[in-house]
């Protein structure tokens, strides 16, 4: 899925995947090299590490993104009381626990971008319509989906309420790293910085496109969630 493009003229298209995990998150073993190895293997500009509620990763992917040729932006999937958030741009991972909307403000005062991921799918701690207020953008591709269902839903949402449409891959292991991912157009000198990408989302210039997670991927992925979680409370 490679969207490179390298030219200096003109707008450029960069390919960024905006929902990846690493093993900063309990229910993920993927180091942060391995994140980067896909994701420069797969042609991605950029991938964003929005591990749960942590930023223990970021540090390690900054000192290293140089030797892969992506670009790392920060960001944290929040747990909000309303559901999941994206917080993309941000260095240090906002308070859990307060409603969505708040949340979402108190990121978009820090400079990023609030997003709101697998909306409407409740099991997998989606946030309901009612809840989601005052965000920047939505997740209408997230690639662990059986159906594609809820994408349809949450593209549907995101037309009507005139908000820009993202997708990711909610990566937690490295064969699904830009599974799916967001094509963001920049302006020729803005570079692959978090900047350019931020922009690029705020002002709607995206296009989320991607591939479902087989029947296989998407067991394997909540079955290693279940062994993690258990783990941990060992």
């Known amino acids: 899925m490679s969207g490179r493009t390298r030219s200096s003229r003109g707008p450029r298209t960069l390919a960024v995947d905006l929902h990846v ?10 180091s942060v090299e391995a994140v980067l190895a896909r994701a420069a293997a797969v042609g991605l500009d950029a991938v964003a590490i929005t591990d749960h509620d942590s930023v223990g990763s970021l540090s390690r992917a900054f000192d290293i993104a140089h030797e892969y040729g992506v670009r790392v ?6 747990s909000t009381a309303d559901g999941h958030l994206l917080a993309l741009g941000v260095d240090d991972p906002p308070a859990t626990g307060q409603p969505l909307s708040e949340t979402a403000r108190a990121v978009r005062e820090s400079g990023g971008l609030a997003v709101v991921p697998h909306p409407f799918q409740t099991f997998r701690h ?3 319509r009612r809840a989601i207020r005052d965000v920047d953008a939505v997740e209408v591709y997230n690639a ?8 349809g839903q949450a593209r549907r949402y995101a037309r009507r309420r005139g908000l820009p449409g993202t997708g990711g891959s909610d990566a937690h292991r490295p064969a699904l790293v830009g599974q799916a ?7 020729a000198d803005g570079g692959v910085t978090t900047d350019a990408i931020l922009e690029g ?8 496109r ?9 067991l394997r992925k909540y079955a290693l ?3 993690l979680k258990t783990a941990s409370f060992l």
Do not use: K, W
């Open 181 to 187: 991912s967001t094509a963001i157009s920049v302006g």
């Open 126 to 128: 989606g946030a309901s």
């Open 225 to 227: 969630n279940a062994r």
């Open 73 to 78: 932006v920060p960001g944290v999937e929040v």
């Open 144 to 151: 662990h989906t059986l159906t594609g269902f809820r994408n």
């Open 201 to 208: 989302i705020r002002a709607g210039r995206t296009v989320a």
């Open 21 to 30: 995990h690493t093993d900063a998150s309990y229910d993920c073993e993927m």
């Open 210 to 218: 991607g591939t479902r997670t087989t029947a296989r991927q998407y």
